[in-house]
């Protein structure tokens, strides 16, 4: 059994900064790419930033870019989502994923319970 789980939500005031981590645990084989998303109040959940398997490559959604920066470390089965300078429109709940192979399976998409973001004006 695999399981994600997030953490490292909470308040902030604009212009603040939050770190949210994501850990990948149990029978993993294998972790490709990585990632986060994120769901704001009466929205669709939107991508927010991805990474390879390796980290060489990273990909951010045009509303975070220079602000957010995303990292894994592959010993510890984590990705990890540096916020910066954020904003009121970045509320929302943050979902980690990860592409994950367990023993006896295939790649798979697995979900973390989501954490919150509030960004206070």
């Known amino acids: 059994q695999v399981q994600v789980v997030e953490s490292g939500g909470g308040l902030v005031q604009a212009g603040g900064s939050l770190r949210l981590s994501c850990a990948a645990s149990g029978r993993i084989f294998s972790i490709g790419d990585m990632g986060w998303y994120r769901q704001a109040p009466g929205k669709q959940r939107e991508v927010v930033a991805s990474?390879?398997?390796?980290?060489?490559?990273?990909n951010y959604a045009d509303s975070v870019k220079g602000r957010f920066t995303i990292s894994r470390d592959n010993a510890k089965k984590a990705v990890y989502l540096q916020m910066n300078s954020l904003k009121p429109e970045d509320t929302a709940v943050y979902y980690c994923?990860?592409?994950?192979?367990?023993?006896?399976?295939?790649?798979?998409?697995?979900w973390g319970q989501g954490t919150q973001v509030t960004v206070s004006s």
């Open positions: 994923y990860g592409r994950i192979k367990a023993y006896g399976s295939g790649y798979a998409d697995y």
């Open positions: 990474i390879s398997s390796g980290g060489s490559t990273t």
